[in-house]
Every structure is written in C-alpha cells, then in structure tokens.
C-alpha cells in the first residue's frame, strides 16, 4: 500500500515537472536565461582572444567586464524592448569593437581606445601600407562569434505582449544603468573593480580584459579640476617663480631655430645591445662639436605621434591630462601658448612642416591656435620624393632649406618640421633593405634601420647646408616614439638585463628616443654635458636656453622642476636619483608634481582665471 502511494507521488512529481518544462511562458523563459548566460561568456571569451588577454583573473575585474557587457545588452533592450535584437546588437558591437582592436594593436602596437575614432581619416590614409598576418586567436574568436550567432539564429523566443509590464521592465533597466554609469564616471567606483595600471597598455588590457580597458579609457574624456585647485593659491605659485634678468643686447644675433621631430626615429640599442652587419646612425653618432645629445622620454611607444610634437610645443605633460588621449583633438581647440607664441613674441616668423596630409590629427587646426604663420604639408611641399609610401625626409629638408634662402634679409626663422618617412608599417616587400639585424631574424627590424640609415644620410645633407651658412642657425632633432617592430626583438633585449619585462624599469626603455641639439656657431655645449635624459615638456626649454634668448616664467619653473625630478610623462617620473614613480605614489616629490598639474590645468582650461603672465615673456 505504501509502496503504491509513493509511486503515485513520484508519478504526479513527474507529470507537474513535464507540464512545468512543456508549458510554453516557461519554456520561453528558461530559453531566455539560457542566452543571458551563453551569449555574454561568448563574447566575453571572443573579447579576450581579440585583445590577447586573460580568461580567468582577479575576480573584481572578471565581474566589471561580464556588468559592462550585460550594461549593453541593457541599453539596446531600452532602446529596442526587444531581447534578440538586444542580444544581436551587442555581439555585433562587440565583435566589431574585438576586431578593430585586434588590427589596430598589430598596426601600431597599442589596442584601442575610445578617441581613435577621431583618427579615423589618419587610418585609412596609412591602412594601405600595413600587411596582416592572422593568428589562430583572431581565427578562434571569429569561431566563437560565430558560435553565438548559432545559438541565437536557432533559438527562438518571444516577448512580453503586455506593453505595461516590457514599459515597467525598460524602466527598471535604465534606471539601474543610468545610477551605474553616473557611479562610474564621477565618482571612485572604478576604484572597486582593482584595474591595473600599466604602462604597456597592451598588457593592462591583458590583465583587465577588453571590454573593461575601454570602458576605463573612456572615462578619461572627461577633465576635472584638480583636487586643491585654487586660483589665489596658483597667483602665489606663479608669482614665486624666479625670472632672471637676463638682459639681450643690441647686437646679439638671434639665431634660425630649426626643431625637426623625426618620425619614429630611435637608437635601439638604449633598449639593449645588439648586432647589425653596418652602423645605421653613423652621422648622427659622430656629431660633437657645437651638439648637445642626449636621451628624450617620451609619453607614447609606436604611434599617436602628436603627443610627442604637443608636449615639446607647449611644455605641458600627458602626465596631467587623461591616459592616451590626443590633446591636438580634444583640449587644442582655442589659442593656445607654445614655444611658436613664445619666439613670436621676440620677433620670430613661425612656420610648420608635416610631409603629410594636413588633417591628420587636427594639425590643420591645431597649428595655427599653437601660433604658427603657417603650415605646409604634402599638399603644398615641392619636389617631394617618396619612399615606400612617404615623402622621403631629403625632399622634406629642401623645403627648410627653401623657406630659409627665401625669407627675409633680416627675418628671424623658427621652423617646426614633422618628417614620414620612417613611418611604420615595415612591411613594404618592394623596399631593398640594407641594414641586416641579429643575422635577419626579424624582416621588420631589418626594414626599420635601413630607413633610419637613410634618414641618418639626409640629415647629414641638411647638416653640411648649414654648416656653410653664415647666418646663426640652431637645429633641433629628435624622435617621437620607438618603432612598432616585433614584439619579440623587444623582450629579447629587455630579457638580458631585466627578469621582469613588464616592470616599469624595463618598459621605460621603449619610451626612449635620442635628440640632439646642433648649432652652426660656437655654443656652451659644456655648459649642457650632465643632461642625459629628459622628458619631452623640458626639450623647448633647454632648446631656448642655447639659443640664448628670452623664456617665459613657466620656462623657468619647468627648469627647477628638472633638476628634481628630469623624466615626467603619462606613464610616470624618475627623480634625480633615477627612481621611477608612479602619479599615485605620495612622497617628498608628489607637491612638485601637484604644482606642475596646477599650473598645467591653469595654462589648458582655465580660461576665466588663466595667468597670462605665466605664460609669455617677462616685460620686466
């Protein structure tokens, strides 16, 4: 009898579950959570393979890249009402996203971040010059993408036919996305998810995960006064700064002043030792006379050039402004001071030269708001020759030469040049290399030095011009950023010398570019012959200091700045006893670095209380 009762029971548990699983409205709902939880692990897992990361790491930041995925997937149902559409919406967002950063990374050597989309037209005009070589993590993500699209096209559901309850429902979805979002971008919540912060940014996006790195970045579009900004207290700073009195005599000669930031140029060997079959910077390297050199820190490796160029102009940091942005795109957008108003101030004809085209990152606009008369570019340039695909940097030095024999008799010339033809990608199989590296183990390394020898000859044409010049000139060179050549010639240097390849010691190594300062006169060079390295914002300094001619008081803060802390860019600084810092360290140096934000903020958006004197020459 009991054992007939406990079929029975067993029986009508069995009939309830089939009647529960074949109901239709549950059916549709456990059809719904299953894609809820598939589809956002695919494009989770198809995200890291597209960016080379992680699939299991810290749990914080595990969860903030599975919330942002399913804060989209939120945000196209507000806007849809529409589950699958949502879904389908964010795979292919997602993998659109995966994918560009995929190729980007292999252009440039950094992923993507949410302001490239203002370098679009800089993309495509260089896109031709690149090749691609697919790995089987770009073959795999496609794999997964693919598999998500499966499940979707196979699955069907149904949505909620009562329009009050899908309302109620998009309601509560964008009120919890709209508290999150406003969380995330004012206040520290980032801070709960414990990101890395990394100066390789390839490798933060290797710890934080695709989706999560971008999100980060784009919180840096947003600029804030700094904590402790005060105007009154900014007016003391400023006015404590002393400007000698540095008197200029009739008779002194100002100088032609000539800075030429060459594209991609570098000596490698700052990285570690190692072979070629001939010296490919034999000109560069023999220079002593009337020539200061040293080592330039940098803020950016393999690409985003205009930061480089922004940070000599203007002296200001990407240590004050957000990680990776583009200052010519997002903060240049009024007149602003640079070394051009500086020595427009003392009577100089300012000109710019790129030998490409002239919207590329906003040089357009950016050019004439830093002070520049003029701007050349690969529209107006004569004569240009090309290399691979760029004008080649002989051809571009025959336009200074051009600009210099036409000017006027007593006219006094600053010339900022951008050269192209070192640009990457090296790739280009029509290109006969000369310089042979570690016995030809990488074909783009190979092609890299062979342009830098070519750029070593050119420089050496514009050299023996001005050597046979009366009129005092100064010519400034140095490079914007190391090439982006494979990633294994780097980590075999790095690995002689360091057991950590990604600790800040090491990665500093590929911020380094050389930069020496030429005179055709007799110059104090001993005067100069402690300074190895600097960052970028000092170069317009020390460059004015040679040319012996008048500097603004922030020239003059920057000067005393150095000599406690010389390297200071986006990823950090090293003080004078060649320790490396990050920003969030506090120490005897972080009310330096403060003072420095202070008056940076103050030169860049504070455009009601802006201290003009700051910023020009003293009228004392």
């Not at 109620?168 to 995330?184: A, C």
Request: hydrophobic share 40%.
């Amino acid at each position: 009898m009991i054992l007939n009762i406990q079929n029975l029971q067993i029986k009508n548990i069995k009939e309830k579950l089939i009647n529960f699983f074949t109901n239709t409205n549950v059916r549709n709902i456990l059809k719904k959570i299953f894609l809820l939880i598939v589809i956002p692990l695919l494009i989770y897992l198809y995200c890291q393979f597209f960016c080379n990361g992680k699939f299991r790491f810290e749990s914080e930041r595990m969860f903030l890249n599975f919330l942002l995925i399913y804060f989209i997937i939120g945000i196209f149902y507000v806007v849809t009402g529409k589950l699958k559409i949502s879904l389908y919406s964010t795979l292919i967002l997602t993998f659109i996203i995966g994918v560009i950063n995929y190729f980007i990374t292999a252009f440039r050597g950094t992923p993507l971040v949410p302001w490239d989309i203002f370098s679009i037209n800089v993309a495509l005009s260089v896109l031709p010059t690149f090749t691609f070589k697919i790995d089987y993590k770009f073959i795999t993500g496609i794999i997964i993408f693919a598999l998500a699209l499966f499940f979707l096209k196979k699955i069907t559901i149904t949505s909620f036919k009562n329009n009050k309850i899908k309302i109620s429902y998009r309601l509560i979805v964008l009120s919890i996305i709209s508290i999150f979002f406003y969380s995330f971008y004012f206040t520290d919540l980032i801070n709960k998810f414990k990101l890395d912060e990394n100066w390789d940014p390839k490798e933060e996006y290797h710890n934080n995960g695709l989706i999560a790195s971008i999100f980060k970045q784009s919180r840096n579009l947003i600029i804030s006064k700094p904590e402790g900004y005060d105007i009154n207290s900014i007016n003391k700073l400023a006015s404590s700064i002393e400007v000698p009195n540095n008197e200029i005599s009739e008779d002194f000669e100002y100088p032609n002043i000539i800075a030429i930031m060459n594209e991609s140029f570098a000596e490698l060997k700052v990285v570690g030792d190692f072979s070629t079959n001939t010296d490919y910077l034999p000109f560069f390297n023999s220079l002593d006379e009337n020539t200061i050199k040293g080592n330039l820190h940098v803020s950016i490796f393999g690409a985003t050039t205009p930061n480089s160029e922004w940070e000599f102009l203007t002296s200001n940091s990407m240590a004050f402004v957000p990680k990776r942005t583009v200052p010519y795109q997002q903060y240049v957008l009024r007149k602003s001071y640079s070394l051009a108003t500086t020595l427009k101030e003392q009577g100089y004809t300012t000109n710019a030269i790129h030998s490409y085209y002239p919207q590329g990152y906003n040089r357009n606009l950016a050019y004439p708001r830093l002070g520049f008369d003029s701007f050349l570019n690969i529209n107006t340039l004569k004569d240009l020759d090309f290399i691979r695909e760029y004008p080649s940097d002989l051809s571009t030095y025959k336009n200074i030469i051009d600009l210099y024999e036409n000017k006027g008799e007593d006219e006094k010339l600053f010339n900022f040049t951008l050269t192209m033809q070192n640009h990457g990608s090296y790739t280009d199989e029509n290109f006969q290399n000369t310089i042979i590296a570690e016995n030809g183990t990488y074909p783009k390394l190979n092609q890299y030095l062979s342009l830098i020898k070519i750029a070593d000859n050119a420089l050496e044409s514009l050299i023996n011009y001005f050597s046979a010049q009366d009129e005092h000139t100064i010519i400034l060179i140095f490079g914007d950023h190391q090439p982006y050549v494979e990633d294994e010639f780097y980590n075999s240097l790095l690995s002689k010398s360091y057991s950590d390849i990604t600790s800040k010691e090491a990665t500093e190594k590929k911020y380094i570019t050389p930069f020496m300062i030429w005179a055709n006169y007799d110059i104090d060079e001993e005067k100069y012959k402690d300074i190895h390295d600097i960052s970028a914002n000092y170069l317009a300094s020390l460059l004015l200091d040679v040319a012996e001619i008048q500097k603004t008081p922030y020239h003059y803060f920057l000067d005393n700045l150095r000599k406690e802390i010389p390297i200071i860019t986006g990823n950090g600084y090293m003080d004078k006893n060649g320790i490396y810092h990050d920003f969030s360290e506090e120490n005897e140096y972080s009310e330096l670095i403060e003072n420095y934000h202070f008056l940076q903020f103050n030169n860049m958006f504070d455009n009601d209380d802006k201290i003009t004197s700051l910023f020009e020459i003293s009228k004392k």
